[in-house]
């Protein structure tokens, strides 16, 4: 068992509350002394009540899935004996109403774009199992309920 740990940190400093004209920035910290500035989407919360600049949960749900994969990706590919130079993934997610008409992020789909270099590639049919099994192992999207589909190219 691991255990994974974030403080968020939110302060009114002085604004009014009830109003629901407060800041809705914050701060995510993490173990290894990463500060990221956070806030709620602008999508839902207009600014400048929301800091458009600074990742909402939304958005690092999406990075989170598709920084798993990734990971996943490579670990395999490596065992596999393929060298990968590059990844990257455009990934998007999709607010919805889901089964229970409730507002949640319903799609996750990512779209990687993988160099490799040496002397053994994979095949188109490779890479799409390769895919699959990253889809597998990767304890985010072993995680969640929404659906995480992988558009690779």
């Known amino acids: 068992m691991h255990r994974y740990e974030a403080k968020i940190t939110w302060n009114r400093n002085g604004a009014a509350f009830t109003d629901r004209k407060y800041s809705r920035g914050h701060e995510w910290a993490f173990d290894g002394g990463v500060k990221v500035p956070a806030s709620s989407s602008p999508a839902a919360v207009r600014p400048p009540f929301s800091i458009a600049e600074a990742v909402d949960p939304e958005e690092a749900l999406v990075a989170a899935a598709s920084s798993c994969h990734m990971l996943s990706f490579l670990w395999l590919a490596a065992k596999q004996g393929l060298v990968v130079d590059s990844y990257e ?62 558009e690779a190219g």
């Not at 993988?114 to 995680?143: R, T, V, W």
């Open 89 to 150: 993934d455009k990934a998007f997610g999709v607010m919805d109403k889901n089964e229970k008409g409730k507002e949640a992020i319903t799609r996750i789909t990512l779209r990687p774009k993988i160099q490799f270099s040496g002397e053994k590639m994979p095949s188109p049919s490779e890479l799409d199992a390769l895919h699959h099994a990253a889809h597998e192992e990767c304890y985010i999207a072993n995680s969640i309920k929404s659906e995480v589909v992988v």
